[in-house]
């Protein structure tokens, strides 16, 4: 927990992707609001998020956002006692949108400024809910740009165990969707077709889980349903091959987070991106806990995907802890995730 826990409403703004969000967090009565825009409608006949027109909504959308954010706090900006906002890893174009309209507000109202990791905004995400995992924890990151198996020491100490040395799990997810024809964004489409697959009907395989390490890789699966994939595939064969592929995915993460349970010794696993809220993923590694005796932790879905509210309380457990080194404005598409350090400290 952050030294001055006391600290007053924290606004966070996250324009990474294709979500604009702004949310308030305060560190004695919590969360105080969240509110989000999905640009899904804007990018599905694209099959994918284009750049330039995410960045254009975000300009569109922001300012309405936080409006709606102060007045569901029922705070003026005056009241805020600081401004957070995604710096990186993202869309550079989008990320500067948020960044540049962070740092007018804080400007205006003479607050500190803080620049959050989005993937650290996931990390610390189950820090919203009731029950908190407490430091050190495993934490399996799932989402569409990153498979991560990461040991979480505390704020800013973290060390990446595994990754993915090809596609990223959501990625794989979208991916095998669109070859069995769903639409944009695929992941969801594919787990609500899984349901009425019959298990075991197709046999996919569970990459690198043959060998030692804690490393992912993922392109192959989507090249053996690929393979598997009849030409003219029935409703029912689409879907036995959407619950084998979803099978193999689920399997190869619980063997894994098994794996990093064992070496590192923790009792704490937390699941945070947009994959943690698939609900087959979640069964079996509350198998893997229950049969180790770990805690499990997940954010609620609506914050395992993008959003302000995790950005807000990673902004606000950094500014509660220590003041940021320095106020100055940056955004980075690249943003190696070990390279943070703790509150009060200046990034590699």
């Not at 990018?43 to 750049?51: D, L």
């Not at 990459?207 to 393979?227: E, H, I, N």
Request: with cysteine; proline share 7%; net charge neutral.
């Amino acid at each position: 927990m952050p030294h001055n826990s006391g600290l007053m409403p924290v606004l966070a703004l996250e324009t990474s992707c294709d979500e604009t969000a702004v949310a308030i967090y305060d560190g004695e009565r919590g969360l105080l609001s969240h509110t989000l825009h999905s640009q899904i409608r804007l990018h599905a006949q694209y099959g994918g998020v284009v750049p330039e027109l995410a960045s254009r909504d975000h300009v569109r959308r922001v300012n309405g956002l936080i409006r709606i954010a102060l007045e569901q706090a029922g705070l003026g900006a005056a009241d805020l006692s600081g401004v957070a906002y995604t710096a990186g890893p993202g869309l550079i174009g989008a990320l500067m949108v948020g960044a540049s309209v962070a740092a007018g507000l804080a400007l205006a109202q003479g607050l500190p400024l803080v620049a959050v990791h989005h993937m650290e905004g996931h990390l610390l995400a189950p820090m919203l809910e009731p029950e908190r995992p407490v430091f050190p924890f495993l934490a399996l990151l799932v989402s569409g740009g990153h498979t991560l198996l990461v040991s979480v020491e505390g704020i800013g100490r973290y060390r990446v165990l595994g990754e993915s040395l090809d596609d990223a799990v959501g990625e794989a997810f979208d991916k095998t969707a669109k070859l069995l024809g769903l639409p944009y964004p695929g992941g969801p489409h594919l787990a609500r077709l899984a349901e009425a697959g019959q298990p075991g009907r197709y046999r996919f395989p569970r990459p690198m889980t043959d060998r030692p390490g804690l490393d992912f890789s993922f392109s192959g699966l989507k090249t053996a349903v690929a393979t598997a994939l009849p030409v003219d595939a029935d409703d029912q064969q689409r879907a036995d091959i959407a619950r084998s592929f979803e099978d193999a995915v689920t399997e190869t993460l619980a063997i894994k987070c098994d794996r990093a349970l064992e070496a590192t010794g923790y009792r704490g696993l937390v699941v945070a991106g947009g994959v943690g809220a698939n609900r087959r993923l979640r069964a079996r590694l509350a198998d893997l806990a229950t049969r180790r005796g770990v805690g499990l932790y997940f954010p609620r879905p609506e914050f395992c995907t993008d959003n302000a509210a995790m950005i807000a309380y990673a902004g606000w457990a950094r500014l509660a802890d220590a003041r940021p080194a320095d106020g100055r404005l940056f955004t980075t598409a690249r943003w190696p995730l070990e390279s943070l350090q703790p509150p009060g400290t200046r990034a590699a």
